[in-house]
């Protein structure tokens, strides 16, 4: 889901970003990538009828502002007909902003959530759960305190119910680390740390990214990429292409 990164399937991945380097090209690899991986098996006679018991969103994306016209005109150039898949109910976008009455309430939000992925029967297929954005939560309103119950109870459902789970973090103030993020750092397994290219702009590399492991994780064979030796990026209009440092020609 996040090649080349080889991140297992069931965990919990913190994203850090700065206004700079935006990691929004992760999550939509991460959500066209369950979409085709889905897609694919469906088209498998016996695992169709299985993966049709457990009717169901595939995706859950949660967000205080969604431009759905982004997504679908990026979700296209990487070959995903998102409009179709937000119709059949494949993929499910949740305005954690508003809810019922127009009143903001994550407990109503988790409740929601909760139900959809703990009723998920099909565990043949990726089923991945993206909050983007913890920082936006605070900005509109919500209690820091409410905001990490909300992230932790998420996180228990989909570790229960076997589902990825995604969480970005915009950083304000680089190399600092305030207690909310701290937090995030102490429960995730996985983080993808983006950043942008402070030695000045490039236009052949548009930012960096490390992989660190998180607290929770356990010791396993995910080969981690130090801060040292990150992975550089370059975007193109189809997605990504990586490369080591130094070797831009070198694409992965």
Known sequence: M?????????????????LSAPADFLLHGAVN??????????????????????????????????????????SSKQNVNLAQHLTNGTVK????????????SLSSVFNSISATVGSSSDVLSERLVILDDVSTLEWIGFSPLDIMRFVRALRISCHKANWTFIVRYHVVTPNEVDEQLQQLL???TYHLDVRPLYSGRSGAVSGEIALHRGAA?????????KR?????????????????????????
Not at 2 to 10: A, L, Q, V, W
Not at 228 to 236: A, D, E, K, T
């Open 217 to 225: 994780a356990r010791q396993d064979e995910v080969k981690l990429i």
């Open 33 to 74: 990538a369950c979409i085709k991986e889905h897609a694919t098996k469906a088209r498998v006679p016996g695992l169709r009828a299985k993966s049709e018991s457990g009717a169901g969103p595939t995706v859950l994306v949660l967000s205080s502002s969604v431009d759905l016209a982004r997504w679908k005109a990026i």
């Open 228 to 252: 040292s030796g990150s992975l550089q990026y370059r975007l193109l209009d189809t997605g990504p292409v990586y490369f080591q440092k130094g070797t831009s020609e070198g694409v992965l």
């Open 2 to 18: 996040f090649s080349p990164f080889d991140i297992p399937s069931g965990a919990f991945t913190l994203i850090t970003d700065e």
């Open 186 to 188: 102490g429960i995730c």
């Open 93 to 104: 976008f949740v305005d954690v902003a508003c809810e019922e009455g127009g009143e903001m």
